[in-house]
């Protein structure tokens, strides 16, 4: 029973170390600043979306065609776009600049998606 208790603990510790490393957390992360900024912003797309849906969600209920959160959203949605702009123009990480790509995809594509 004690070795299972022990190597429950090992997993775990494990599994909250690699997290780390892999969020850029730990000093020794592989993320460089360029590459935090692009996560920070991915999390920041992701509220949108969140607020967005609960909107669309609030907006069915009451049976508008969409609310003022939804269409707040998508306003943000754009704000975040031309700051990832601004923010690509910098930027010399190969490898950020494929992420800031890939956003700036989704994040045009939830702005001209049809409402």
């Known amino acids: 029973m004690k070795k299972v208790v022990v190597l429950l603990i090992m997993v775990v510790a494990v599994i909250v170390i690699f997290k780390l490393v892999g969020s850029g957390s730990l000093p020794f992360g592989s993320k460089t600043p360029e ?5 920070r912003l991915e999390g920041e797309f992701r509220v949108i979306r969140q607020e ?6 609030i907006a069915g209920m009451s049976g ?5 959160e939804a269409e707040a959203a998508i306003d943000e949605a754009e704000g975040l776009l031309s700051e ?7 930027m010399k990480d190969a490898e ?18 049809p409402r």
């Open 52 to 57: 967005y849906r609960q909107g669309v969600k």
């Open 96 to 113: 950020a600049k494929k992420e800031a790509e890939t956003l700036r995809m989704e994040l045009k594509k939830f702005i001209q998606a």
């Open 35 to 39: 590459m935090r900024e692009i996560s």
């Open 84 to 90: 990832l702009d601004v923010f690509f123009g910098t």
């Open 64 to 68: 508008q065609d969409m609310t003022v």
